[in-house]
C-alpha cells in the first residue's frame, strides 16, 4: 500500500490535475459538448497507452541506450526540480496557458493525442517517473501498484476533464495558485531525494 501512495503522490505532482483544468478549458473554448466530453475521455486513455509502454519497456530502452538507472534517476531529478521551480514560480501554469492559447487560435480539430496527452500528461517528466518507479519495484505486485497509481490520476484527469466547466465555477484561482505552489515545492524535494539516491546507487554509499 506505501508503494501506490508513493507512486500516486509522484504522479499527482508531476501531472497535476489542478493545472489542467483551466488549460483544457482554454483548449475546448467554444467548442460543443460532445467534442469536449470525447476529448476528455480520449486524451488520458491516450496518455496511459504511452505511460504504460514507456513504464514496461523503458529500462531496457535505456540499457539498449546504454544508461544506467542511476544516472536516469539523476537526470530524472533535475528534470522534476525544474519542473518544481517553475510551479513555485508560476512559470509553468504561463507558459502551458500560452501554449494552449496558441493551440486553440489555430483551431485543430483534433487535441486529444497533442498537446493533452503527450504535452500535458505523459510529458518527459511523466514518463521518468513511470520509468523510475517500475524499475524500483522488485516485484510484480509492486510494478502493478506503479500502474494502479498512475491510472487513478489519470482517471481524476479524466474526471475533472469531464466536469471542469462545473469545477472552474467552484475553485478560486487565488487558491489554486497557492496550491500548485506548495505542490511544486513538494516536486522539488522529490527531485532532490531521486538525485540522492542516483548518487548513492552509482558509489554505493548504502
Known amino acids: ?22 488549460i483544457f478549458l482554454s483548449l475546448t473554448a467554444g467548442t460543443p459538448a460532445e467534442y469536449k466530453r470525447k476529448m476528455a475521455i ?4 491516450i496518455a496511459w497507452c504511452i505511460l504504460l509502454l514507456f513504464g514496461l519497456l523503458g529500462g531496457k530502452i535505456l540499457s539498449g541506450m546504454g544508461i544506467s538507472i542511476p544516472a536516469f534517476s539523476v537526470g530524472g531529478g533535475i528534470l522534476l526540480g525544474i519542473t518544481g521551480v517553475r510551479m513555485v514560480l508560476e512559470q509553468r501554469q504561463k507558459s502551458n496557458r500560452a501554449k494552449a492559447e496558441a493551440l486553440h487560435n489555430n483551431d485543430l480539430e483534433d487535441i486529444a493525442v497533442f498537446p493533452i496527452a503527450t504535452l500535458f500528461l505523459a510529458g518527459p517528466g511523466a514518463m521518468t517517473a513511470m520509468i523510475i518507479n517500475m524499475n524500483a519495484s522488485h516485484s510484480w505486485l509492486g510494478k502493478f501498484m506503479t500502474i494502479a497509481a498512475m491510472t487513478t490520476v489519470l482517471v481524476t484527469v479524466m474526471v475533472s476533464f469531464v466536469l471542469s466547466g462545473k469545477i472552474e465555477d467552484y475553485i478560486p484561482k487565488d487558491f489554486t495558485s497557492a496550491i500548485i505552489r506548495v505542490l511544486g515545492i513538494l516536486l522539488i524535494a522529490l527531485a532532490v531525494q531521486l538525485i540522492f539516491d542516483g548518487i548513492k546507487m552509482t558509489f554505493n554509499l548504502g
Open 1 to 22: 500500500m506505501s508503494e501506490f501512495l508513493s507512486a500516486l503522490m509522484v504522479f499527482f505532482l508531476i501531472i497535476n490535475p489542478l493545472d489542467l483544468v483551466p
Open 42 to 45: 480520449k486524451g488520458p486513455i
